[in-house]
């Protein structure tokens, strides 16, 4: 709709050949933007997240209007020029780090005082009112109006009076024959749905930051998520059955699952869902993609302690949910978001732009990163490597943060890192265990596996690896070992650990006795290396990832507990 900047509705000018400047208050250029560009007006685009660090506003009072300019990076425009104002979600006024709360809470009013007082001044055409927004935001109103326009609105009463409430609730219900001949209520709309999940995460404790609150309740997470599968384990392996929103006949089991609190299942062995099942319904095969824990995913972006002008790095593009949480709280300009998979960041990108969501979406091999847009605030990983790739912290500045899951096949923990001078980092392991898909980055082909193996007895249960707290401790003497479950010719279960060197163990059910056989070969002998882990985990005290100390140099990657010191393998 257009507005004058007094609120009042106007009819469309006719056009002329005077020049078109419009003001675009907006974090991206929308497609209303590029459209207005393409007919020929003079957009000039601002972020009034931008003020007052990084634009300037000088306006003096002269015949009865403000005068003056703003002036930008990329922007200088005289506001007697201004012929409409396109106002599409800019962000907050970004403040001067180190400011005290009351003086942030009296230079945002001041601000907004100032620089939005001008602006609603200016005698132009306004799309998107910002005080019509805001009036629209009102219940009364929206009933007021529903009714207005010849909708049907139920009995409301609005009262801070015990007694008028009570009144009508006690007033008798509809005569159920009625009842039977109305219409089915209507569906709810999803972005009420979208408005549910950030309570629920409120209510878990996931978010406590109010306008984290907002931007989940902003961003559709069905948008993103038009097919899943869910996993169920089975003695023939991981079965899926494939949830679309293209049969209506899932479209409330497809609805209940997007806006649960659960990882969903995009892509198995590399192919969507919905193409890899599409005759089946389900199947068997490989995770490799997926749309993330929201839980897990507000927990990560806390931990990041976004500030409003951070610049932020993805490795893991995924289906860009994230990215447009990112997105709608920092501006696509401050994004860049990467993956492997060119058919993921093709339809990523696609879906942000739906949205009017801009971030810069690129196909590259995560392990090292995107040195284009460096330096970096922030870097936010949604695989698992058991190292820190150095280009990560080569390309976030001193004080930044990185939050990535350190994690091989065997075990891992999510890792806060803060970036130092002379590419160094140091971190911890957040409380809260999660985990991610490995990283599907080209891997070199493994060695056949070593046939000079030794036989003997263990004491060691491969089911203390079931513990993440010993996992954890476990991988990092077993890098690269991946584990599997198998039966041998004579129908006896095992437990396997493998790594591309070559070597393998295999641990068998446990005897009367307590004792299980046990099968290695290759340069390291696998399962020895697990004693001698465990050896040290029991007389350490059972210590979980929580109390190991990350560090990283140019040279060197070392995880640490109590002087216990373990070195990655650094790629």
């Known amino acids: 709709m257009t507005w004058t900047a007094t609120g009042r509705p106007v009819k469309r000018p006719t056009v002329t050949e005077a020049p078109t400047y419009v003001l675009a208050l907006a974090a991206d ?246 193409a890899r099942f599409a005759q089946s319904k389900g199947g068997h095969g490989r995770q490799t993609s997926s749309s993330t824990q929201p839980s897990l995913m507000a927990r990560m972006l806390h931990a990041l302690d976004l500030r409003d002008h951070h610049t932020v790095l993805e490795i893991g593009t995924g289906t860009g949910y994230n990215a447009a949480l990112l997105s709608r709280r920092l501006g696509g300009h401050r994004v860049t978001s990467i993956d492997i998979d060119p058919e993921l960041t093709k339809r990523a990108e696609a879906k942000l732009a739906e949205l009017g969501l801009y971030p810069k979406i690129r196909t590259a091999d995560g392990r090292q990163g995107h040195p284009a847009c460096t330096p970096y605030d922030r870097m936010i990983s949604t695989c698992a490597l058991p190292y820190l790739p150095p280009a990560w912290i080569e390309q976030t500045r001193p004080g930044g943060l990185i939050i990535t899951n350190l994690a091989g096949l065997v075990g891992g923990a999510m890792l806060l890192a803060e970036v130092g001078p002379r590419n160094t980092a140091r971190g911890r392991f957040l409380a809260d265990w999660a985990g991610f898909m490995p990283s599907r980055h080209p891997t070199k082909p493994p060695h056949q596996a070593a046939g000079d193996h030794v036989a003997g007895t263990t004491r060691l249960s491969p089911k203390v690896l079931d513990d993440p707290a010993f996992a954890f401790c476990a991988q990092l003497h077993v890098h690269n070992a991946r584990r599997y479950w198998a039966t041998d010719e004579n129908g006896r279960d095992l437990t396997g650990l493998a790594t591309p060197d070559g070597s393998w163990a295999e641990v068998y059910e446990p005897d009367a006795d307590g004792s299980h056989l046990l099968h290695q070969a290759g340069p390291a002998r696998l399962w020895s290396g697990l004693e001698e882990a465990y050896a040290w985990w029991r007389s350490a005290g059972r210590p979980n990832w929580k109390q190991y100390a990350f560090r990283a140099t140019p040279d060197e990657q070392r995880v640490s507990c109590d002087g216990y010191d373990r070195y990655l393998p650094v790629e």
């Not at 910002?130 to 139920?154: D, S």
């Not at 609730?169 to 999940?197: C, K, T, V």
Request: proline share 9%; charged share 25%.
């Open 29 to 274: 250029d929308d497609r209303v933007v590029r459209e207005l560009a393409g007919r020929g007006a003079t957009v000039h685009r601002v972020d009034v997240g931008d003020f007052p660090l990084d634009l300037r506003m000088t306006a003096g009072l002269g015949a009865g209007r403000w005068e003056g300019e703003l002036r930008g990076l990329a922007v200088r425009l005289a506001l007697r020029h201004v012929t409409g104002v396109y106002y599409r979600r800019p962000t907050q006024f970004r403040l001067p780090e180190g400011m005290s709360g009351p003086e942030r809470l009296f230079a945002y009013n001041e601000a907004r005082r100032g620089l939005g007082g001008v602006l609603h001044t200016l005698d132009c055409l306004w799309i998107n009112h910002p005080i019509k927004v805001a009036a629209a935001e009102y219940k009364p109103v929206q009933l007021a109006t529903a009714r207005a326009c010849g909708l049907a609105v139920p009995e409301t009463l609005i009262t801070n009076d015990p007694e008028s409430a009570l009144r009508l609730a006690r007033r008798p219900h509809p005569n159920p024959h009625h009842l039977r001949h109305r219409r089915p209520p209507p569906e709810r709309h999803p972005m009420s749905l979208a408005e549910g999940l950030a309570d629920m995460l409120v209510q878990a404790g996931a978010i406590t930051d109010p306008t984290w609150r907002e931007v989940f309740a902003s961003v559709p997470r069905h948008h993103f998520v038009p097919h899943f599968a869910y996993a169920t384990n089975t003695p023939q392996g991981t079965h899926y059955r494939l949830i679309t929103s293209a049969d209506p006949a899932h479209r409330d089991a497809w609805l209940k699952g997007v806006y649960s609190d659960t990882t969903l299942l995009t892509h198995i062995e590399g192919e969507p869902v919905e």
